[in-house]
């Protein structure tokens, strides 16, 4: 009977390291959403290079769709009035009679961000296109890192190539 052993991470950890990404995509920052991105995704892939080993693939799915609206609110609030909000999201694709109807809207950032025409004008592919990339994606690829088989450097197993 086969044992598996689960490294989990703790609370804290979790914790704080939630705040920190609060803190990086922080909405009065005044500075691209290129540049809050990439800030994420270096502070991710060292915290992930740290902690990837444990067990958290649902907390990062929760995280992901989290950072995800973030971004989103981000956006939002740097479109500031509604003539800016209507026109990017002409842009993107949304009617021109929903676009006025959706920025003339006067509820909180959050709220906006979980809105489906602004969620259907900054997509997850647009987001990509300006360097968005899922924590999801990123815990996948460290954990596959630290799966992969190593060579030991003999040839045909651990007898060698003759086998003797």
């Not at 958290?56 to 989290?66: A, F, R, Y």
């Not at 990017?88 to 006067?106: D, K, T, Y």
Request: proline fraction near 2%.
């Amino acid at each position: 009977m086969e044992q598996s052993l689960q490294v989990m991470s703790k609370q804290e950890r979790l914790k704080k390291a939630k705040a920190k990404l609060k803190e990086l995509t922080s909405r009065s920052q005044g500075r691209k959403i290129q540049t809050v991105m990439e800030k994420v995704n270096i502070n991710m892939r060292g915290w992930l290079g740290y902690f990837g080993i444990a067990s958290i693939k649902t907390t990062m799915q929760e995280w992901d769709g989290w950072l995800r609206r973030r971004y989103r609110c981000y956006i939002w609030k740097q479109w500031k009035k509604p003539r800016k909000r209507a026109k990017s999201l002409i842009q993107l694709g949304i009617p021109e009679w929903q676009a006025w109807a959706v920025s003339n809207c006067r509820k909180a950032y959050w709220h906006m961000a979980k809105n489906g025409h602004v969620q259907r004008a900054i997509s997850t592919e647009k987001l990509a296109q300006r360097g968005y990339k899922s924590i999801l994606e990123m815990y996948e690829r460290a954990l596959m890192r630290l799966n992969r088989r190593i060579p030991n450097g003999t040839y045909g197993g651990v007898r060698g190539r003759l086998g003797i």
